[in-house]
């Protein structure tokens, strides 16, 4: 079965800390994705990466940053926590190359920043 | 720009009952793909199905099926005798391919809240 696991289920930061959310991958997939989901809105793309050291911006980046620098580990780092950026946050991979193939999410780290 | 529209934010019906949730998606390329995502009170997505813009045939698994339609961009799901263990928020997304490879995240639904009363 394909893994993926985030660092942490539950986060309680304070405003202004550096955040690094974690995921790990088992299945040596190519592409992974960070999300948040808000209630009545929800998952929306914050950064993609289809490779070792590559990263694309998604639909709402700002205030967020990644950094993928081995296959299996993408991070998300808010480098300057903010109440706004509370929400749940979902990491999914996917096996290049098409869009074809299907994400495999993990559990969600619900971040509550103070 | 893509988007997925799922008008019913939530839905509510007893035991054995069948459902439809409805999606319908905007895109400007022929060529996208379709999926259904459940997300139970535990959090993880769990994947449902796929399908792509070529396909058109409506598909049936179990007690679940799907109806694509080009011509109405829709791409709506039904459980058939609906069990309580069907309660999840369901999400309908969307995918553009892209020449030459490369990723492309999904663009998703807000998601439809369903809860089967026993």
């Known amino acids: 079965d394909v893994k993926v696991t985030q660092s942490s289920r539950y986060l309680v930061k304070r405003t202004g800390e550096k955040v690094f959310l974690e995921c790990v991958q088992d299945m040596d997939h190519e592409n992974m994705f960070w999300y948040r989901q808000d209630p009545g809105l929800g998952l929306r793309l914050i950064y993609f990466?289809?490779?070792?050291?590559?990263?694309e911006k998604g639909d709402i980046p700002e205030g967020y940053s990644v950094s993928r620098e081995k296959k299996e580990r993408f991070s998300l780092i808010l480098e300057s926590a903010s109440t706004n950026q509370t929400s749940m946050y979902l990491c999914?991979?996917?096996?290049?190359?098409?869009?074809?193939?299907?994400?495999?999410f993990g559990p969600g780290t619900r971040l509550t920043v103070l | 720009a893509q988007k997925v529209t799922q008008a019913q934010t939530e839905i509510s019906v007893v035991e054995k009952e069948d459902v439809t949730l409805d999606c319908v998606y905007e895109t400007r390329d022929t060529t996208y793909y379709l999926f259904w995502y459940k997300q139970p009170p535990s959090g993880e997505l769990v994947f449902l199905i796929r399908r792509n813009s070529f396909d058109e045939q409506n598909e049936i698994s179990g007690r679940y099926s799907w109806n694509f339609q080009k011509s109405t961009s829709s791409f709506n799901f039904t459980i058939t005798a609906s069990q309580v263990v069907d309660s999840a928020v369901y999400f309908c997304?969307?995918?553009?391919?892209?020449?030459?490879?490369?990723?492309?995240?999904?663009?998703f639904g807000k998601g439809t809240h369903l809860i089967i009363q026993p």
């Open positions: 999914a991979s996917r096996s290049q190359p098409i869009s074809y193939n299907e994400q495999f």
């Open positions: 997304a969307l995918s553009e391919a892209r020449s030459g490879g490369g990723a492309d995240g999904l663009t």
């Open positions: 990466s289809y490779d070792v050291k590559m990263k």
